[in-house]
């Protein structure tokens, strides 16, 4: 195989609790995530040429190692061997440091796409072994769908699908730092946690209602704080029909679940309309694993 194209989703947390910092700085967590239909396009190509060969649409972008897609290719074609190379050509669509995992999720797509180029033969698993050594997130975008993350987030469990319905995303002019998040994070005592369990028993019971009434999110004490705009774009959405809005990751986009798209289409106007996002999309969840 010459040539591929993939989709790389991006993500939502229904769920994020975070229980406590391990001696290596890495936390432990609790979240349920979900994927969404808005995704980057990727185009492998292999080349004669030995070594990888990044291009992306977004100028501030790296395309060398600091760039997750490119350390993915790397990773196993120094593990395998390859004397071949590769071209990949990224189209990014998913806000880039917002909370969505678009990174991971380019690293993932490449690391399927870089397994049946050169058919290396690994499974699922061994593609997810291989992928948190890039980041916590890697693993389930591999995986994709309703899924119970634990430990540093390497740890899966399938769930049941959400159920049907619309999700208003809204990524407000503010990029956020993951790590800060959680360095701060370590100085507050969390008081709430969100209600996971709650979550998972709506999502056994098809209860769309449950799910968004049992939403939390932790780490949203600490962004809200610096970017309050988060707290606006949430307060928006509720009051346009929203189930529940929250946070995602450690930010800054906030999602909107909502029962009816005309109304999540008019809780995205009204966001744009008071310039709280430049970045508004309306979409639904993805629940099917296969690429």
Same mark, same amino acid.
């Given at each position: 195989?010459?040539?591929?194209?993939?989709?790389?989703?991006?993500?939502?947390?229904?769920?994020?609790?975070?229980?406590?910092?391990?001696?290596?700085?890495?936390?432990?967590?609790?979240?349920?995530?979900?994927?969404?239909?808005?995704?980057?396009?990727?185009?492998?190509?292999?080349?004669?040429?030995?070594?990888?060969?990044?291009?992306?649409?977004?100028?501030?972008?790296?395309?060398?190692?600091?760039?997750?897609?490119?350390?993915?290719?790397?990773?196993? @074609?120094?593990?395998?061997?390859?004397? +071949? *190379?590769?071209?990949? &050509? %990224?189209?990014?669509?998913? =806000? /880039?440091?917002?909370?969505?995992?678009?990174?991971?999720?380019?690293?993932?797509?490449?690391?399927?796409?870089?397994?049946?180029?050169?058919?290396?033969?690994?499974?699922?698993?061994?593609?997810?072994?291989?992928?948190?050594?890039?980041?916590?997130?890697?693993?389930?975008?591999? @995986?994709?769908?309703?899924?119970?993350? +634990? *430990?540093?987030?390497? &740890? %899966?469990?399938?769930?049941? =699908? /959400?159920?049907?319905?619309?999700?208003?995303?809204?990524?407000?002019?503010?990029?956020?730092?993951?790590?800060?998040?959680?360095?701060?994070?370590?100085?507050?005592?969390?008081?709430?946690?969100?209600?996971?369990?709650?979550?998972?028993?709506?999502?056994?019971?098809?209860?769309?209602?449950?799910?968004?009434?049992?939403?939390?999110?932790?780490?949203?004490?600490?962004?809200?704080?610096?970017?309050?705009?988060?707290?606006?774009?949430?307060?928006?959405?509720?009051?346009?029909?929203?189930?529940?809005?929250?946070?995602?990751?450690?930010?800054?986009?906030?999602?909107?679940?909502?029962?009816?798209?005309?109304?999540?289409?008019?809780?995205?106007?009204?966001?744009?309309?008071?310039?709280?996002?430049?970045?508004?999309?309306?979409?639904?969840?993805?629940?099917?694993?296969?690429?």
């Amino acid at each position: 195989m010459d040539k591929l194209e993939l989709k790389a989703l991006g993500k939502i947390n229904l769920g994020l609790d975070v229980l406590g910092r391990r001696e290596n700085g890495y936390h432990d967590v609790r979240m349920v995530m979900q994927t969404v239909y808005l995704y980057d396009q990727i185009w492998m190509v292999k080349t004669k040429e030995p070594g990888i060969r990044l291009t992306t649409n977004l100028f501030y972008l790296p395309v060398n190692e600091n760039n997750l897609a490119y350390r993915a290719a790397d990773l196993l @074609m120094k593990e395998f061997g390859i004397r +071949e *190379g590769v071209k990949i &050509i %990224l189209d990014k669509h998913i =806000p /880039v440091a917002a909370g969505m995992a678009g990174g991971s999720s380019n690293a993932a797509a490449v690391l399927f796409g870089m397994n049946r180029m050169f058919s290396l033969g690994l499974s699922q698993r061994e593609l997810m072994d291989r992928g948190v050594q890039l980041g916590a997130d890697v693993p389930y975008c591999i @995986m994709r769908g309703t899924v119970l993350a +634990e *430990g540093i987030g390497e &740890i %899966l469990t399938p769930l049941p =699908p /959400v159920p049907k319905c619309f999700v208003l995303l809204a990524k407000p002019s503010v990029s956020v730092s993951t790590k800060l998040v959680y360095e701060k994070l370590d100085a507050h005592e969390i008081v709430e946690h969100p209600d996971i369990d709650g979550i998972i028993d709506g999502l056994k019971g098809r209860n769309l209602y449950k799910v968004a009434s049992s939403m939390g999110n932790v780490l949203e004490t600490v962004t809200v704080e610096v970017y309050p705009v988060i707290h606006e774009i949430k307060t928006v959405m509720k009051k346009n029909g929203a189930l529940n809005a929250m946070m995602s990751g450690s930010g800054p986009t906030v999602f909107g679940v909502f029962d009816d798209k005309r109304k999540a289409k008019k809780a995205a106007f009204c966001i744009r309309e008071m310039q709280l996002a430049r970045q508004t999309y309306v979409t639904g969840v993805h629940n099917t694993r296969r690429r």
